[in-house]
Nanobody
Framework: QVQLVESGGGKVQAGDSVRLSCVVSGLFFPSYFLAWFRQAPGKDREFVSAIRWSSGATNYADSVKGRFIMSRDNAKKAVYLQMNILRPEDTAVYYC????????????????????WGQGTQVTVSS
């Protein structure tokens, strides 16, 4: 059974940095994608970033490009989201998700494409 466990959220000031972690357990293949989504109060869940595990290639939503960095650690089977220059509009519950893609699949960005989800971690940015 696949399990994703996020950690690292908290309350910060605008301009601060936060690093989120997501540890993966269970059956896992290098072709999979891992992603971060977020959901702000009263809004739909939205794509933030994704990484292709095999190559480390990443993709970001325009709203976080240049501020957030997603990375992975093969040995720890974990992904991270380094969030810099945080803004109040970054306030949300952040979720780690896994897409059981096969080799050759293009990276996907829709919530419905992801098969497993973590429980989420709250990030609150005050102005």
């Amino acid at each position: 059974q696949v399990q994703l466990v996020e950690s690292g959220g908290g309350k910060v000031q605008a301009g601060d940095s936060v690093r989120l972690s997501c540890v993966v357990s269970g059956l896992f293949f290098p072709s999979y994608f891992l992603a971060w989504f977020r959901q702000a109060p009263g809004k739909d869940r939205e794509f933030v970033s994704a990484i292709r595990w095999s190559s480390g290639a990443t993709n970001y939503a325009d709203s976080v490009k240049g501020r957030f960095i997603m990375s992975r650690d093969n040995a720890k089977k974990a992904v991270y989201l380094q969030m810099n220059i945080l803004r109040p509009e970054d306030t949300a519950v952040y979720y780690c998700a896994m897409d059981r893609a096969v080799s050759g699949d293009n990276m996907r960005f829709r919530e419905s494409d992801y098969d497993f989800w973590g429980q989420g971690t709250q990030v609150t940015v005050s102005s």
